[in-house]
C-alpha cells in the first residue's frame, strides 16, 4: 500500500491548506505519514482551520481513534509504536496522547512501554498549528466558449453566399453548426457530499465493511433532500474513484475502508 510523501502543512496559507487537505483527510491511518497524522489532529482544534473542512478534519480525527484502537496487539502494534516513537513531543497534539493513553487500559498493549513514551512527550509541549505564514497564489482556469458561426463580421458573409446560392438555385448545402461547450468543471460540492457520507459510513462498519446495498441505500436516503436525483450508478462510480487511488476497497459484494493494518 501506498503511503503519501510527507507534506509541508503547517504555515500554509488557508486556501492552500484546502487544496492540500481535500485528499489526505480521507485516507486512512496506513497512507498518511505519522508527522501529518499529527498535524492533521492538531489542525482540527485551531482556530482559523479552513470550516469548509471542519467537518471532514473532526470525522478523520475521529477515525484515527478508531484505527489506533483497531490495530491488532502483538506484531502490529508494536510496529506502530516504533513509528510514533520516532516523533517529538512538540509534533504530537494532546488529543493523540489522550487517545494513546487509552490504549494502557487494554490488555496485550504494551502499557509500560506507552506510558514511556507519553513520559517522554509530555515534557515537551505540542507546538501550536500556525497557519497563514505562506501565501498562496490561486489560479483559476476560465472555459472558453467555442466560436459561434455567423457572429462578428463573419456573418454579413455567410448570409450573402446563402442569398446567392438561392439565387442561382443551387442547392442549399448544409449549414455546420458549432461544437457544444464542454462542462469543464463538474460538480465539486455533490461530489464531496457523497464521497464523505461514503467515508463516514464506512469508519463506523466493521471490519468485515458494507454490502454495497445497504452502502447505497443508506447513502441516497441521507441525500433524498439535499440530492434528492442521486442515482446508484453516481455512487457505484464514485465508490470505483475512490478504490482507484486506495481509499476504499472492494470483496464479494462488500465496500470497506483501506487500511495498513
Known amino acids: 500500500m501506498r503511503r503519501l510523501p510527507v507534506q509541508p502543512l503547517r504555515g500554509s496559507d488557508p486556501t492552500l491548506l484546502e487544496i492540500q487537505l481535500n485528499d ?16 492533521l489532529v492538531e489542525l482540527a482544534g485551531t482556530e482559523g482551520r479552513p470550516m469548509s473542512l471542519d ?3 473532526q470525522t478523520f480525527v475521529e477515525g ?14 508494536d510496529e506502530y509504536l516504533d513509528e510514533i516513537e ?10 493523540f496522547r489522550e487517545m494513546l493513553a487509552l490504549e494502557t487500559t487494554r490488555d496485550n498493549r504494551a502499557a509500560p512501554r506507552v506510558n514511556a513514551l507519553l513520559e517522554r512527550w509530555n515534557a515537551e509541549p505540542p507546538e501550536p498549528f500556525a497557519l497563514g505564514l505562506t501565501a498562496a497564489k490561486v489560479t483559476r482556469s ?21 442569398a446567392r446560392q438561392r439565387a442561382e438555385g443551387g442547392a442549399r448545402k448544409p449549414s455546420v453548426r458549432a461544437a457544444p461547450r ?4 463538474s460538480d465539486i460540492d455533490r461530489f464531496t457530499y ?14 468485515h465493511g458494507l454490502a ?26 464514485i465508490l470505483r474513484q475512490m478504490r482507484d487511488v486506495h481509499v476504499v476497497r472492494y470483496s464479494a459484494g462488500r465496500w470497506s475502508l483501506q487500511t495498513r493494518f
Open 24 to 39: 489526505m483527510v480521507r485516507r486512512p491511518l496506513g497512507q498518511i505519514s505519522p508527522v501529518n497524522i499529527m498535524d
Open 55 to 57: 467537518k471532514a478534519l
Open 64 to 77: 484515527v481513534g478508531r484505527q489506533v484502537a483497531d490495530i491488532p496487539k502483538g506484531r502490529s502494534w
Open 86 to 95: 520516532e516523533l517529538p513531543g512538540r509534533h504530537v497534539p494532546h488529543r
Open 142 to 162: 476560465v472555459e472558453i466558449p467555442a466560436p459561434r458561426l455567423g457572429d462578428g463580421t463573419g456573418a454579413p458573409r455567410e448570409k450573402a453566399r446563402r
Open 182 to 185: 464542454t462542462k469543464v468543471i
Open 194 to 207: 457523497i464521497q464523505e457520507q461514503l467515508v463516514e459510513r464506512l469508519a463506523r462498519a466493521t471490519e
Open 212 to 237: 454495497e446495498a445497504v452502502l447505497i441505500a443508506g447513502v441516497r436516503h441521507a441525500a433524498k433532500e439535499t440530492y434528492p436525483d442521486l442515482t446508484p450508478v453516481e455512487v457505484t462510480g
